[in-house]
T-cell receptor, first 113, second 114 residues
Framework: KAGVTQTPRYLIKTRGQQVTLSCSPISGHRSVSWYQQTPGQGLQFLFE???????NKGNFPGRFSGRQFSNSRSEMNVSTLELGDSALYLC????????????FGQGTRLTVV | DAKTTQPPSMDCAEGRAANLPCNHSTISGNEYVYWYRQIHSQGPQYIIHGLKNNETNEMASLIITEDRKSSTLILPHATLRDTAVYYCIVRVSERSRGRRALTFGSGTRLQVQP
């Protein structure tokens, strides 16, 4: 079974630009969550999608948004990039109908210059 | 979700058991204890979880005290590849109250020494 796939793995953007990151969950998983990891703040929850609906949201500004498609694939978008948005963005998928673990992808390393 | 407290770092000799403690004194009756680890530059990896009974799988054992206020993750024969940050997380079961995000603390940085 293929794992969680995140693309691209690395990205460099300029301040003020916007970026879209993609996550393909494990086949059959319907829940996708996004996390931001920085050296200073650690791993922080961004949002979660299930059946194309946002079910949970962390404490991030509106510049951070996401969506989920009918095939459970998810994208997150960050607009008007700031230097502080430089981070590892991680996606996790889970089956979501029973108490189980989340499977994380390798992440997308975003650098804002 | 209950807060957890873990030592910031630990060392372990290769081949020996690594015992990683976690305090979760405010845990509620419907909260599970989860352990994840993150090897450098990779996404977190699920290890094990439990409610009140001790659990064992191919990766590790989880020992939860009777009052559930603390737990210990045991890696029975640590290898160099077990060097990682280990996170202890407490959260409600999805069955009991909808979905909750994983709240990662600072974790314990385990260094396995050759």
């Amino acid at each position: 079974k293929a794992g969680v796939t995140q693309t691209p793995r690395y990205l460099i953007k300029t301040r003020g630009q916007q970026v879209t990151l993609s996550c393909s969950p494990i086949s059959g998983h319907r829940s996708v969550s996004w996390y931001q990891q920085t050296p200073g703040q650690g791993l922080q929850f961004l949002f979660e999608y299930f059946s194309e609906t946002q079910r949970n949201k962390g404490n991030f500004p509106g510049r951070f948004s996401g969506r989920q498609f009918s095939n459970s694939r998810s994208e997150m978008n960050v607009s008007t990039l700031e230097l502080g948005d430089s981070a590892l963005y991680l996606c996790a998928s889970s089956f979501s109908v029973r108490d189980t673990e989340a499977f994380f992808g390798q992440g997308t390393r975003l650098t804002v210059v | 979700d209950a807060k957890t407290t873990q030592p910031p770092s630990m060392d372990c000799a290769e081949g020996r058991a690594a015992n990683l403690p976690c305090n979760h004194s405010t845990i509620s009756g419907n909260e599970y204890v989860y352990w994840y680890r993150q090897i450098h530059s990779q996404g977190p990896q699920y290890i094990i979880h439990g409610l009140k009974n001790n659990e064992t799988n191919e990766m590790a054992s989880l020992i939860i005290t009777e009052d559930r206020k603390s737990s210990t993750l045991i890696l029975p024969h640590a290898t160099l590849r077990d060097t990682a940050v280990y996170y202890c997380i407490v959260r409600v079961s999805e069955r009991s109250r909808g979905r909750r995000a994983l709240t990662f603390g600072s974790g314990t940085r385990l260094q396995v020494q050759p």
